[in-house]
């Protein structure tokens, strides 16, 4: 039969504007968060991580802002290059005190970079 | 340092058949988790491993089960599979017990006919 595709938010930009690519978290109790870029045919590359005792965390082109209040987390990417194009995954961790965690992960958005 | 090696890379399989996949975390690394990637669910959380001992289990049934050896390298295994279990499943080695980076191998693609 057919399968039920994944319904994903999409962001199309061009070559060198900024991107900015949501998330809204569900778990208050969540510490730690990530994000991922996921292309065709590849695992999930690690982006950037927050701990929830930060607002915003800079990397590479990248920032990540994280907003407990609302429980929302984005992250944004300067300069937007085509090798950006793929599928953007934020994570959680919401085992709060423990060692070790799983990861919760959003729908993901697929971000097209246009020349 | 090496990535994180999942292998296969590709699998078809029959229903009702079992399947093992394997993983070999980063040097060092001694946290190994399994994903399950479908369209429709996403990724999900199955199972990590630390010390040789499950530590997390995600909600899925008794077919899907793991193990984990004294190298840190890990297996997971299907039984009795399901059309409903094709998916890409992906790997995850930490380098410690505290929430650190999670580095992701590129996945076995799964496929039951």
């Known amino acids: 039969g057919e399968s039920v595709g994944l319904h994903l938010p999409t962001l199309s930009v061009q070559e060198g504007d900024n991107s900015i690519i949501n998330c809204a978290y569900s778990?208050?109790?969540?510490?730690?968060f990530i994000w991922y870029k996921q292309e065709s045919g590849k695992g999930p590359q690690f982006i950037i991580d927050?701990?929830?005792?930060?607002d915003k965390r800079q990397g590479q082109r990248v920032t990540v802002l994280l907003n407990k209040t609302v429980k929302h987390l984005s992250l944004q990417i300067a300069a937007t290059q085509p090798g950006d194009s793929a599928v953007y995954f934020c994570?959680?961790?919401?085992?709060?005190?423990?060692?070790?965690?799983?990861?919760?992960f959003g729908r993901g958005t697929q971000l097209t970079v246009w020349p | 340092k090496a990535g994180v090696t999942q292998t296969p890379r590709y699998l078809i399989k029959t229903r009702g058949q079992q399947v093992t996949l394997s993983c070999s975390p980063i040097?060092?690394?001694?946290?190994v988790s399994w994903y399950q990637q479908t369209p429709g669910q996403g990724l999900q959380f199955l199972f990590e491993?630390?010390?040789?001992?499950?530590?997390n289990k995600g909600n899925f049934p008794g077919r899907f089960s793991g193990r984990q050896f004294s190298n840190s390298r890990s297996e997971m295994n299907v039984s009795t599979l399901e059309l409903g279990d094709s998916a890409l499943y992906l790997c995850?080695?930490?380098?410690?017990?505290?929430?650190?980076?999670?580095?992701f191998g590129q996945g076995t693609r799964l496929t039951v006919v």
């Open positions: 995850a080695s930490r380098e410690g017990v505290m929430n650190t980076e999670a580095f």
């Open positions: 778990n208050s109790a969540s510490d730690y």
């Open positions: 927050i701990r929830s005792n930060m």
């Open positions: 994570a959680e961790n919401r085992d709060r005190g423990s060692t070790l965690g799983r990861l919760y």
């Open positions: 040097s060092g690394h001694r946290s």
């Open positions: 491993y630390f010390s040789e001992t499950q530590r």
